[in-house]
């Protein structure tokens, strides 16, 4: 299923027993548990984990920020967190030999978990769009508006994606991957990119027109703060994107 985890089966081999309790660490409501009694010392060393070039998946999820992955890109430049993992030393003395932060990327205000913790530990400014910000008080280095794209950077590039909230946006990076928030994901059951209406807190057709807009881009990778991440070469992920318009404006015209 695509809206839950469940553990189907006991691991087998030690390289099994490693995933479980990296799934253990990554909990944001220690829901997994072991018996008999394993270390999590391995587990916890783990992360940041590598998932593709210099693109790191850094677990230790935060129950305030519902759960929602959060990533590390690793540059020369200046490392750039996407989205806040739950603070934990161990992550932090990890990254800190990765480079340490240089900017925090904000997709939008669902996501923000121990932000300011993460910004001051590391002197990293945070980027945010104005419209996420609203009444939460947030002192956020770097406030973007508007609805055009933003580089960061010449390998950085955010684009506003209102929909999911008003103020939403996703990151694209290297024109390979992209960090795409609470606006885009993987199915599993579908085998293709997902947008989901149930979770849609702002505006349906605004986030069609938004995912509209991402056709200009190319991208090899769907690195999203909820659900599965895809990998396809950029042609296919184009048709997937397409595929998930069809089917937003197919539900949108049921609704109307």
Known sequence: MDEQSIVHRQPVGADETLAAMKALVTCPTASIGS????????????????????????GFASEASYGAASYLIVRPEGNVLV??????????KHIAELGGIRMLLLTHRDDVA??????AAFHAGRIMHQRDIGRHGWCIERVLSGDEPAPLAPDLLVIPTP???????????????LFSGDHLRWSASDRTLHASREVCWFSW????????????YRFEWVLPGHGRR???SAEEMNEHLRNCIRVMKRDEAHHL
Not at 41 to 57: K, M, Q, R, S, T
Not at 205 to 216: A, F, T
């Open 230 to 232: 895809a990998n396809a």
């Open 83 to 92: 989205d806040s993992p739950r603070f934990a030393r161990p992550l932090a």
């Open 35 to 58: 018996s008999p009694q394993h270390s999590a010392g391995a587990a916890v060393d783990a992360f940041p984990e590598l998932i593709d070039g210099n693109v790191y998946f850094c």
């Open 205 to 216: 057709p605004e986030q069609i027109r938004s995912m509209e807009r991402l056709l200009q």
């Open 114 to 119: 121990d932000h300011d913790t993460w910004s």
């Open 163 to 177: 929909g999911h909230t008003q103020g939403h946006m996703v990151l694209l990076y290297q024109n390979r991957y």
